[in-house]
């Protein structure tokens, strides 16, 4: 379990987030996720579990 648990923090400590293979720079199935549940603009979102996340980033640039 020390080894998996230390290859995964090598890979975060050392792997640009972009080079990750499950990074997404527009988090597209969370954000049409949201707005199918018609959330409103000033709503609280978490989004959980999703490391280094863009969801956050996207729903700014959306609300301008």
Same mark, same amino acid.
């Given at each position: 379990?020390?080894?998996?648990?230390?290859?995964?923090?090598?890979?975060?400590? &050392?792997?640009? /987030?972009?080079? =990750?293979?499950?990074?997404?720079?527009?988090?597209?199935?969370? =954000?049409?996720?949201?707005?199918?549940?018609?959330? =409103?603009?000033?709503? /609280?979102?978490?989004?959980?579990?999703?490391?280094?996340?863009?969801?956050?980033? &996207?729903?700014?640039?959306?609300?301008?």
């Amino acid at each position: 379990m020390a080894s998996l648990k230390g290859h995964w923090n090598k890979k975060y400590t &050392n792997t640009p /987030i972009a080079q =990750l293979g499950w990074y997404e720079s527009k988090s597209q199935p969370s =954000l049409q996720l949201i707005e199918n549940c018609a959330v =409103l603009k000033d709503a /609280i979102v978490v989004d959980v579990g999703s490391g280094a996340s863009a969801v956050v980033s &996207n729903l700014r640039e959306e609300s301008h």
